[in-house]
Nanobody
Framework: QVQLVASGGGLVQPGGSLRLSCAASGSIFSINAMGWYRQAPGKERELVARITSGSSTHYADSVKGRFTISRDTAKNTVYLQMTSLKPEDTAVYYC?????????WGQGTQVTVSS
């Protein structure tokens, strides 16, 4: 089994920054990609950012230029640096890992952007 533990969420004012972390552990044989998704109340879960084993990145249009995804391969950890946060970024953020065959999900961390 693969476990993903996300951390770093919280309450921040508009324009502020947060850094999310997600550490993967367990029976990890390979990592095809890791990413961050989010789900706001009443909305579907959406992809925020994704990074592949080859370090290719993909971002949702709504976060381009504001969010940066990175990873520490040695630690099996992925990060999401969020800047210039907006109230519409408020959501539960989930990390995910794809090993080429299965998708694994973390428990989610709440990000609230409010004054």
């Amino acid at each position: 089994q693969v476990q993903l533990v996300a951390s770093g969420g919280g309450l921040v004012q508009p324009g502020g920054s947060l850094r999310l972390s997600c550490a993967a552990s367990g029976s990890i044989f390979s990592i095809n990609a890791m990413g961050w998704y989010r789900q706001a109340p009443g909305k579907e879960r959406e992809l925020v950012a994704r990074i592949t084993s080859g370090s290719s990145t993909h971002y949702a249009d709504s976060v381009k230029g504001r969010f940066t995804i990175s990873r520490d391969t040695a630690k099996n950890t992925v990060y999401l640096q969020m800047t210039s946060l907006k109230p519409e970024d408020t959501a539960v953020y989930y990390c995910a890992l794809n090993d080429g065959a299965n998708d694994y999900w973390g428990q989610g961390t709440q990000v609230t952007v409010s004054s």
